[in-house]
Structures are given as structure tokens and as C-alpha cells.
């Protein structure tokens, strides 16, 4: 077969959907990180609108995204944008209530402990949040929460999708075990070499064994050393039918901005010999079932 070059011939998906869209502004992250956001919620649905997608998730670390989610959707109307709400400590951490609130008000992905994650080096959790105690789905003998079985139901009660955060290794596996199977579960940027549990590629197939989608994010492949083949590698294990590919993009401007960061992570995933139609189930179809948006 001849070498595939996007940059002659770039391929472009249709409907495509970015699962993990950061916007600003967002004054604690923007401040520890020390650059600005990429886009505000209004920018990203226009470039998405712009590059023919059919959605994007807004992920916002402080706050629910429901209210940027239904400005950017008045402002936007071409493209669905999506809310979503992190179960850190700025919502009270795992606070069924918060949950609930954000859900009845269209947020539709709920992560479970982004940056408040007890899997987190508790320096990080220190300089977000002044305190060092970082945040556990399960209890001192491996066993889910209370509250974390209450924020499962209600995600399922509506038609949502929960999102495993930052938490560690065996936290995914106990969620997974749990709710693989009851829910629509998604397994946050896996393989991330500086975030989360740093899940290597076999065990990116036992989670999606146990139910799970795994998420593949343009972000993860600026780790250190670059870990874009271990993400061709999970594509090859898992299989595309349990895959998303979206981008862990917009919360800096020294990466590039959700949707055109989306569509130059698809194209390098076609130039390393991933088909046209693996990318569309993982960029479009995916999420789409994910999001209840295939009608």
C-alpha cells in the first residue's frame, strides 16, 4: 500500500464529535497554568460549526458547563454543544445533589474526580484547592461509595454518561466493574502520561472488556516520550467499536484549538494506516451512541 500523506490528500469526517472540549475562561486553571484558555464556549461551536461537526462536550474543571453549554447553543445553532459536570471539590466533590442540578439542566457527562483526585500528586490538589486531600470513589476496602452508586443512578436515570476523571487504577477498574455494564461508561484520556492512572495498553482492553469506551485523546500523545503509538497499539487491541478519539484541547493556547486539533489528530491517525471508517465509528458514530444524538 502507498504511504498515506494527509498533508497532500487530508481527509475530513463529517458529524465528527470532540467528547472533551476545555474552554475559558477559567480563572484557576488558567492562573496555574499561566496561559490563557484557547477558546471561550462561543468559539469552539463556531469552529466546530465551521469544520462540519456535529457537537462538542464542554469540560470545565470549577463549574458545571450547562449555562456556557446553552449560550454557546443560542449563539451557535448549527452545532449541539454539550454540558457536562467534574465531581471536584469546587461542586463539593462527589455531590450527588450538584449532580443532579446539572443533569436536570442538560448536562449530559459527568466526570468523576478530575483534578481533585486523591491519584493526583497531592501538591497539584494543593495549589488548586489549598488543602491536600484529594478525593476517592471507592472506601478502604476497594468497595464503591454510597454517593458514587447514588451519581451512577442518576446518570442512568438520565440517559447520561459517566466519565472516569483522574482516579487511579484500581478505582477504574471497580467503576468499571460496577457500571460497565449498567451505564454508559467512559474511560477519560487512557494513557495520559502526566494525568490519571497512566493506563498502559493492555489494560486499556480489560476495561473495555468490562464494558467501558476508551477514550483516545490528541492530548495523550503529547506525553513524554510521545505515547501516539500506544495509541495506534490500543486502537489494534481494543478495536474501534469501543473507542473515541476527541482531543483534551482548548484549555491552552500553546495546543491547538478543539477542532482543528480534532481533525489533525484524525488525519495522523489515517497517515499511521487507521481506516477511514475506523475513524468515523470512533470520531463520529461512538459518541454519538454515547450521547443519544443517532437519531
Known amino acids: 500500500m502507498a504511504q498515506r500523506d494527509s498533508g497532500q490528500s487530508p481527509i475530513h469526517l463529517e458529524d465528527a464529535i470532540d467528547m472533551h472540549c476545555h474552554f475559558g475562561p477559567e480563572p484557576l486553571v488558567e492562573k496555574l497554568a499561566k496561559v490563557p484558555h484557547s477558546v471561550d464556549p462561543i468559539e469552539a461551536a463556531a469552529e466546530a460549526e465551521t469544520l462540519g461537526m456535529k457537537a462538542i462536550v464542554l469540560k470545565a474543571h470549577e463549574f458545571p458547563s450547562t449555562t456556557a453549554a446553552y ?6 445553532p448549527g452545532i ?62 476497594g468497595q464503591i461509595l454510597p454517593e458514587v452508586r447514588t451519581i451512577m443512578d442518576l446518570v442512568i436515570e438520565h440517559g447520561g454518561v459517566l466519565a472516569t476523571g483522574h482516579i487511579s487504577k484500581a478505582e477504574h477498574f471497580a467503576v468499571s466493574r460496577e457500571f460497565g455494564t449498567r451505564g454508559n461508561l467512559l474511560v477519560t484520556h487512557a494513557m495520559h502520561a502526566t494525568t490519571g492512572p497512566r493506563l498502559t495498553v493492555p489494560e486499556t482492553l480489560e476495561l473495555a472488556e468490562l464494558g467501558a469506551f476508551i477514550e483516545l485523546t490528541a492530548h495523550t500523545c503529547m506525553g513524554a516520550p510521545s505515547s501516539f503509538d500506544n495509541v495506534i497499539d490500543a486502537i489494534k487491541l481494543i478495536g474501534p467499536d469501543r473507542a473515541v478519539v476527541s482531543t483534551d484541547y482548548g484549555w491552552s493556547c500553546n495546543v491547538p484549538t478543539p477542532g482543528a486539533g480534532l481533525q489533525s489528530y484524525i488525519n495522523a491517525l489515517w497517515d499511521e494506516g487507521v481506516s477511514e471508517d475506523d475513524l468515523r465509528t470512533m470520531a463520529c458514530d461512538n459518541p454519538a451512541r454515547l450521547l443519544n444524538l443517532t437519531a
Open 71 to 76: 449560550l454557546a447553543n443560542k449563539a451557535v
Open 80 to 141: 449541539r454543544t454539550i454540558a457536562g459536570i467534574c465531581c471536584d471539590h469546587p461542586v463539593g466533590g462527589l455531590n450527588p445533589h450538584a449532580v443532579e442540578v446539572a443533569l436536570r439542566n442538560g448536562a449530559q457527562v459527568v466526570w468523576l474526580p478530575t483534578i481533585s483526585a486523591q491519584q493526583d500528586a497531592p501538591v497539584t490538589v494543593e495549589k488548586f484547592f489549598g488543602i491536600t486531600e484529594g478525593l476517592r470513589v471507592v472506601d478502604n476496602d
